[in-house]
C-alpha cells in the first residue's frame, strides 16, 4: 500500500511525494524494490531537510568517490557498492548536490572529460551499476575546469551549480528542479587564484549556499552567498593547516546534528571531520578514517580532477611490459605484468592518457620497421590501427586533451625534431590525420605529457635538453596552437636516466613527475599547481635500472 507524505526540501520548501510501503524494522525510512535490489530511502519523520547525500536514511552524509580504474563507487560507512563501472562511467568529476528533482531523494551529477554533464537518480544509488541510470542534464561543460555545488543559491528550494572556467570567470546555475539547470549567470573573474573550490552547501544558517575557496599556498577563504546568485566579501579562515591536504570535500553533514560540516583527505589517506557550527566556521578538526588513497575523487572535492592515467608501464628490453598503479599517497603498487610482445628493437610505446571517455590510459605501439602507431587494448583488437605514421618518429607522447575538445590527443616527435599532433576521436580507435605543431625538437633527450601542472586543468609538456635544462610548455587548450612558450622550470636534470610521469600520484589532482638514477634509486616529485614541483622524496635505493623503458 502506497502512502504519501509531506518533505521539507533544503530550501525549506515542501512537497509530496509517494512512498513505497514501510518495513517496520527501519523506522523512519522506506525501501523500494529496484532491480532486484532492496534499496532504503531516506525517512519522513522529522519533515526535516535530508542530509545531502543521505542514500541510506541513516540522517548523515555518504560518500561518493571515483577510484583508479575508473569506476564510481557509493560508501555508507558500513558498507560500499560499485554502482558505476569504467567502461560506462565517463567520469571526470562528481557531485552530491541535493534533491535534484524534487523526489526526496538525494542525487547525483557526474561529469566527463568531453563535457557532458549527466544527471543520476539517486534512488540507485545503492544498486550495484545504478548509477548507469542516466539523462544528460546539459553539454559543452568542456569548457570548465571545475564545478561545485553550493546548494541552493536564490532561496526557491532547489540545488544550483557553479562552474569556472580555464581562465578564471565564474558562472553561476540556477536549479530548475527537474534534474536541469537554467541559463549561465557571470558571477566574475580571477578565480584561478585557487587550487580548490568548495561547494559548502549552507553553512551559516541563512538557507542560501556558500563556497569555500583554497589558495595554492593553503589559505582558505569563506564565501558566504547573498540571495541571487552571488557571494559576500571573501573571510579568511584562522587555520593554516589546509595546505596538508589533497582534496578538501563540502557540502555534506557527517556527525548527523544538523549543520553542514566539512572533511579533508591528507596526503596519507587519512580523512578528517570538521564539524560545522553553524555560523560558518568550524570545530576542531576530528580523525574520521584511514586508507582513503585509493579514491582518485571525491564527490564535492574542491580539487581540479586528475583524469586518464594513474600509474606506470615498465619494459625490460627483451618486450615484457608490467604496470605499476597509484596508491593516492605519492608511491606506487607492486608490478604486474601486462604481456610480452613488444621488444624494445621493434616496437616504440607511450603510456597516453586516456583515449576514450573512460578515463583509463592506453598503451600505444609503434612500429619501428612500419611506423605505424596501434593500440593493442582488448575494446580494439578488432581494428587496432591509429595511424599510419611514419619510421622516423623517435617519440610518441600521450598527455591528454590538448586541442580543448575534451577527447585525447597523441604527439609525435621525429628524428629531425618535428613535432606532430594526431587529435583524438574520442574512440580509442582512430585519431585525425597528423598536424605539425613545429621543428627544433631534436634538442631535448626526453618529452613527458604529466597532465596538467600548472592549474588550470589543461594537460603540459616537459622537456629535457642535452645540458640537462628542464623546460616546460604549457597547454593552452586551442587546436592551432597548442603550447605555450616554453618556460625554465630548473637545472641538473641530466643526473636522472629516466624521466615520467605517474599522472596524480598523490591525490591532490595536480600532476607529478618521477625520476630514476643510473644506479637504479627512484625519487618521487609532487607538482605545485603552479608549474614546478616540491623537493623530491626518495621512493627506492636500487631496483630501477633494468628498465628499458619508464612510461
Same mark, same amino acid.
Given at each position: 500500500?502506497?502512502?504519501?507524505?509531506?518533505?521539507r526540501?533544503?530550501?525549506?520548501?515542501?512537497?509530496?511525494?509517494?512512498?513505497?510501503?514501510?518495513v517496520?524494522?527501519?523506522?523512519?525510512?522506506?525501501?523500494?524494490?529496484?532491480? &532486484?535490489a532492496?534499496t532504503?530511502?531516506?525517512?519522513d519523520?522529522?519533515?526535516?531537510?535530508?542530509?545531502?547525500?543521505?542514500?541510506?536514511?541513516?540522517?548523515?552524509?555518504?560518500?561518493?568517490?571515483?577510484?583508479?580504474?575508473? /569506476?564510481?563507487?557509493?560508501?555508507?560507512?558500513s558498507s560500499?557498492?560499485?554502482a558505476?563501472?569504467?567502461?560506462?562511467?565517463?567520469v571526470?568529476d562528481?557531485l552530491?548536490?541535493?534533491d535534484l528533482?524534487?523526489?526526496?531523494?538525494?542525487?547525483?551529477?557526474?561529469?566527463?572529460?568531453?563535457?557532458?554533464?549527466?544527471?543520476?537518480?539517486?534512488?540507485?544509488?545503492?544498486?550495484p551499476?545504478?548509477?548507469?541510470?542516466?539523462?544528460?542534464?546539459?553539454?559543452?561543460?568542456?569548457a570548465?575546469?571545475?564545478i561545485?555545488?553550493?546548494?541552493?543559491?536564490n532561496?526557491?528550494?532547489?540545488?544550483d551549480?557553479?562552474?569556472?572556467t580555464?581562465?578564471?570567470?565564474?558562472?553561476?546555475?540556477?536549479g530548475?528542479?527537474?534534474?536541469?539547470?537554467?541559463?549561465?549567470?557571470?558571477?566574475?573573474?580571477?578565480?584561478?587564484?585557487?587550487?580548490?573550490?568548495?561547494?559548502?552547501?549552507?553553512?551559516?544558517?541563512?538557507?542560501?549556499?556558500?563556497?569555500?575557496?583554497?589558495?595554492?599556498?593553503?589559505?582558505?577563504?569563506?564565501? $558566504?552567498?547573498?540571495?541571487?546568485?552571488?557571494?559576500?566579501?571573501?573571510?579568511?579562515?584562522?587555520?593554516?593547516?589546509?595546505?596538508?591536504?589533497?582534496?578538501i570535500?563540502?557540502?555534506?553533514d557527517?556527525?548527523?546534528?544538523?549543520?553542514?560540516?566539512?572533511?579533508?583527505?591528507d596526503?596519507?589517506?587519512?580523512?578528517?571531520?570538521y564539524?560545522?557550527?553553524?555560523?560558518?566556521?568550524?570545530?576542531?578538526? /576530528?580523525?574520521?578514517?584511514?586508507?582513503w588513497?585509493?579514491?582518485?575523487?571525491?564527490?564535492?572535492? &574542491?580539487?581540479?580532477p586528475?583524469?586518464?592515467?594513474?600509474?606506470?608501464?615498465?619494459?625490460?628490453?627483451?618486450?615484457?611490459?608490467?604496470?605499476?598503479?597509484?596508491t593516492?599517497?605519492?608511491t606506487l603498487?607492486?608490478?604486474?605484468?601486462v604481456g610480452?610482445a613488444?621488444?624494445s628493437?621493434s616496437?616504440? =610505446?607511450?603510456?597516453?592518457?586516456?583515449?576514450?571517455?573512460n578515463? =583509463?590510459?592506453?598503451?600505444?605501439?609503434?612500429?619501428?620497421?612500419?611506423?605505424? =602507431?596501434t593500440?593493442?587494448?582488448?575494446?580494439?583488437?578488432?581494428?587496432?590501427? =591509429?595511424?599510419?605514421?611514419?619510421?622516423?618518429?623517435n617519440r610518441?607522447?600521450?598527455?591528454?586533451?590538448? $586541442?580543448g575538445?575534451?577527447?585525447?590527443?597523441?604527439?609525435?616527435?621525429?628524428?629531425?625534431?618535428?613535432?606532430?599532433?594526431?587529435?583524438?576521436?574520442?574512440?580509442?580507435?582512430?585519431?585525425? +590525420?597528423?598536424?605539425?605543431? +613545429?621543428? &627544433?625538437?631534436? /634538442?631535448y633527450?626526453?618529452?613527458?605529457g604529466?597532465?596538467?601542472?600548472?592549474?588550470d586543468?589543461?594537460?603540459?609538456?616537459?622537456?629535457?635538453?642535452?645540458?640537462?635544462t628542464l623546460?616546460?610548455?604549457?597547454?593552452?587548450?586551442?587546436?592551432?596552437?597548442?603550447?605555450?612558450?616554453?618556460?625554465?622550470?630548473?637545472?641538473?636534470? /641530466?643526473?636522472?636516466?629516466?624521466?615520467?610521469?605517474?599522472?596524480?600520484?598523490?591525490?591532490?589532482?595536480?600532476?607529478?613527475?618521477?625520476?630514476t638514477?643510473?644506479?637504479?634509486?627512484?625519487?618521487?616529485?609532487?607538482?605545485?599547481?603552479?608549474?614546478?614541483f616540491? &623537493?623530491?622524496?626518495?621512493?627506492?635505493?636500487? +631496483?630501477?635500472?633494468s628498465?628499458?623503458?619508464?612510461?
Amino acid at each position: 500500500m502506497f502512502t504519501t507524505r509531506s518533505r521539507r526540501t533544503e530550501g525549506g520548501h515542501r512537497h509530496r511525494r509517494p512512498l513505497a510501503v514501510k518495513v517496520s524494522a527501519l523506522a523512519g525510512t522506506a525501501a523500494v524494490l529496484v532491480a &532486484g535490489a532492496l534499496t532504503v530511502l531516506p525517512g519522513d519523520a522529522d519533515a526535516t531537510a535530508p542530509a545531502r547525500a543521505d542514500f541510506d536514511g541513516d540522517g548523515t552524509s555518504d560518500l561518493v568517490y571515483r577510484n583508479v580504474a575508473g /569506476q564510481l563507487y557509493v560508501n555508507i560507512g558500513s558498507s560500499e557498492t560499485m554502482a558505476l563501472d569504467a567502461d560506462v562511467a565517463k567520469v571526470k568529476d562528481v557531485l552530491t548536490p541535493g534533491d535534484l528533482d524534487g523526489d526526496g531523494v538525494q542525487d547525483v551529477l557526474t561529469l566527463s572529460s568531453s563535457g557532458v554533464l549527466s544527471f543520476h537518480p539517486g534512488i540507485y544509488a545503492r544498486v550495484p551499476g545504478g548509477l548507469g541510470s542516466r539523462r544528460t542534464a546539459a553539454t559543452g561543460w568542456q569548457a570548465y575546469n571545475k564545478i561545485a555545488a553550493p546548494g541552493d543559491m536564490n532561496a526557491d528550494g532547489k540545488p544550483d551549480l557553479l562552474a569556472r572556467t580555464f581562465s578564471g570567470t565564474l558562472y553561476y546555475y540556477p536549479g530548475k528542479g527537474d534534474g536541469s539547470f537554467g541559463s549561465r549567470v557571470k558571477i566574475g573573474t580571477g578565480w584561478q587564484q585557487y587550487d580548490e573550490l568548495i561547494g559548502a552547501g549552507d553553512l551559516n544558517g541563512d538557507g542560501i549556499g556558500d563556497l569555500l575557496a583554497r589558495t595554492f599556498s593553503g589559505t582558505l577563504y569563506r564565501y $558566504t552567498g547573498k540571495k541571487g546568485g552571488t557571494f559576500n566579501a571573501k573571510v579568511k579562515d584562522s587555520r593554516t593547516e589546509w595546505a596538508s591536504y589533497n582534496q578538501i570535500i563540502g557540502g555534506g553533514d557527517w556527525d548527523g546534528n544538523g549543520k553542514t560540516d566539512l572533511l579533508a583527505r591528507d596526503f596519507s589517506g587519512n580523512l578528517w571531520l570538521y564539524p560545522g557550527n553553524g555560523n560558518g566556521t568550524f570545530a576542531t578538526r /576530528q580523525a574520521r578514517s584511514k586508507g582513503w588513497g585509493k579514491a582518485t575523487q571525491f564527490a564535492g572535492a &574542491g580539487n581540479n580532477p586528475h583524469f586518464g592515467k594513474y600509474g606506470v608501464m615498465a619494459r625490460t628490453s627483451a618486450g615484457s611490459v608490467y604496470s605499476y598503479e597509484v596508491t593516492g599517497t605519492g608511491t606506487l603498487t607492486s608490478k604486474l605484468l601486462v604481456g610480452g610482445a613488444w621488444p624494445s628493437s621493434s616496437t616504440r =610505446l607511450a603510456y597516453a592518457s586516456s583515449l576514450r571517455d573512460n578515463g =583509463l590510459a592506453d598503451l600505444v605501439v609503434h612500429s619501428v620497421s612500419s611506423g605505424k =602507431l596501434t593500440n593493442p587494448a582488448f575494446y580494439a583488437l578488432s581494428d587496432p590501427l =591509429l595511424a599510419a605514421g611514419s619510421t622516423t618518429y623517435n617519440r610518441i607522447v600521450g598527455p591528454g586533451d590538448i $586541442t580543448g575538445d575534451g577527447k585525447g590527443d597523441l604527439l609525435a616527435v621525429t628524428s629531425s625534431g618535428t613535432l606532430y599532433l594526431y587529435a583524438g576521436t574520442g574512440s580509442g580507435m582512430s585519431v585525425a +590525420g597528423r598536424v605539425k605543431l +613545429g621543428t &627544433g625538437w631534436q /634538442q631535448y633527450n626526453a618529452v613527458v605529457g604529466p597532465g596538467d601542472l600548472t592549474g588550470d586543468g589543461r594537460p603540459d609538456l616537459l622537456a629535457r635538453d642535452s645540458s640537462g635544462t628542464l623546460w616546460r610548455y604549457a597547454g593552452t587548450g586551442s587546436a592551432s596552437k597548442p603550447f605555450g612558450g616554453r618556460v625554465k622550470i630548473g637545472t641538473g636534470w /641530466q643526473q636522472y636516466k629516466k624521466l615520467f610521469s605517474p599522472g596524480d600520484a598523490n591525490g591532490d589532482g595536480k600532476a607529478d613527475l618521477m625520476v630514476t638514477t643510473s644506479t637504479g634509486a627512484l625519487y618521487f616529485y609532487a607538482g605545485t599547481g603552479t608549474g614546478g614541483f616540491k &623537493g623530491r622524496v626518495s621512493k627506492a635505493t636500487s +631496483g630501477w635500472s633494468s628498465w628499458t623503458d619508464l612510461l
